[in-house]
């Protein structure tokens, strides 16, 4: 690891912590949904404490890092690595607030609805930006081990 770039060293760290924690998160939230005591002050809750603990990890790491490898200017590759994977992930996001759309609009329609409650809407769309995130990081690791 001591090969890559501050920026793939920072990518890697961010794509680790968001899959530990989130599936902590979803995990968690998912185990209050079975007990039928996922209410909203227990989301937010939840929320808060998985947000403060990546923030933490997150700082450490990068503390870590910058103290062991000092940190590079970013340069045009970088900005363009950025930006196309940022892209992608943006359409990944948007990919997955409309589908949270068109499941309450055909959920209602139908009677049948999946996430009409507020805290199931709200964890549909967290769940929608971790998973654009995560695409984002992977793609960013990719484009930077292609040398692009």
Do not use: C
């Not at 793939?8 to 005591?37: C, D, M, N, P």
């Not at 068109?102 to 805290?119: D, E, H, K, T």
């Not at 769309?125 to 930077?144: D, G, N, P, R, S």
């Amino acid at each position: 690891m001591s090969n890559l770039s501050f920026y793939e060293k920072s990518t890697w760290g961010t794509l680790v912590a968001l899959l530990v924690i989130g599936a902590l998160y979803f995990r968690s939230s998912w185990q209050l949904w079975h007990q039928e005591a996922l209410a909203p002050e227990a989301a937010f809750g939840l929320l808060i404490g998985y947000t403060v603990l990546l923030i933490i990890v997150l700082v450490a790491y990068h503390v870590l890092v910058a103290v062991m490898s000092r940190p590079e200017a970013e340069d045009e590759r970088d900005r363009l690595i950025q930006w196309r994977a940022g892209n992608i992930g943006g359409l990944v996001l948007s990919f997955g607030v409309f589908t949270v759309i068109l499941n309450i609009l055909i959920g209602n329609w139908l009677g049948q609805p999946l996430f009409l409650s507020p805290v199931g809407i709200a964890h549909a769309l967290l769940l929608a930006m971790l998973i654009a995130t995560v695409v984002e990081m992977v793609l960013k690791l990719v484009l930077y081990r292609r040398g692009f």
